[in-house]
T-cell receptor, first 112, second 116 residues
Framework: QKEVEQNSGPLSVPEGAIASLNCTYS??????FFWYRQYSGKSPELIMF????GDKEDGRFTAQLNKASQYVSLLIRDSQPSDSATYLC????????????FGTGTRLTIIP | GAVVSQHPSWVICKSGTSVKIECRSL??????MFWYRQFPKQSLMLMAT?????????EQGVEKDKFLINHASLTLSTLTVTSAHPEDSSFYIC????????????FGPGTRLLVL
């Protein structure tokens, strides 16, 4: 069973601090990794994707991928109350195979 | 990002009726769209992959005769829930594969179905 695991939370972080969200995956052959944000009652919104080991930065968001450890994380700097949402990690088996397998999500609450 | 729409956003129907949900890619062509279902406090579960001009590929455990998928054009896929029952009540979300600089999937806003 190919799985994507996340801590369900809730994770509470003070406003202005760094929020760190983690995800592990079981399929060592996975190639593409995505972070989606989902507000309550809404559909997921793509935040970032990463394919290569290392860090990828986009504004306040940084995705980190370590394929050897089968671990991908998302850092949110200068956390804002509007960042409060459920964050979904998703993985695809390989390039050209676009089926997303989602983790159960981590609920993040930013405390003003 | 690319825009994907869904219609309707909300539907309430009686048990035994059929409901059609549309998914459209508004500013790009999507040869592949995906249909997901999400129950409360659970993650998204892929139901099927919809390919333009060919039959959909269903995930294990999803009844293809109950969840009819048609991908008639490069911008439209439809999901029809036939003979709906209360246990089909869920949040149905489509996504479309977008080939930009890198491959990504964009999600529609979702359709909340309540079967009475």
């Amino acid at each position: 069973q190919k799985e994507v695991e996340q801590n369900s939370g809730p994770l509470s972080v003070p406003e202005g601090a760094i929020a760190s969200l983690n995800c592990t995956y079981s399929d060592r052959g996975s190639q593409s990794f995505f972070w989606y944000r989902q507000y309550s009652g809404k559909s997921p919104e793509l935040i970032m994707f990463i394919y290569s080991n290392g860090d990828k930065e986009d504004g306040r968001f940084t995705a980190q991928l370590n394929k050897a450890s089968q671990y991908v994380s998302l850092l949110i700097r200068d956390s804002q109350p509007s960042d409060s949402a459920t964050y979904l990690c998703a993985v695809t088996p390989g390039f050209g195979n676009e089926k997303l397998t989602f983790g159960t999500g981590t609920r993040l609450t930013i405390i003003p | 990002g690319a825009v994907v729409s869904q219609h309707p956003s909300w539907v309430i129907c009686k048990s035994g009726t059929s409901v059609k949900i549309e998914c459209r890619s508004l500013d790009f062509q999507a040869t592949t769209m995906f249909w997901y279902r999400q129950f409360p406090k659970q993650s998204l579960m892929l139901m099927a992959t919809s390919n333009e001009g060919s039959k959909a590929t269903y995930e294990q455990g999803v009844e293809k005769d109950k969840f009819l998928i048609n991908h008639a054009s490069l911008t439209l896929s439809t999901l029809t829930v036939t003979s709906a029952h209360p246990e089909d009540s869920s949040f149905y979300i489509c996504s479309a594969r977008f080939w930009g600089a890198e491959e990504t999937q964009y999600f529609g806003p979702g359709t909340r179905l309540l079967v009475l």
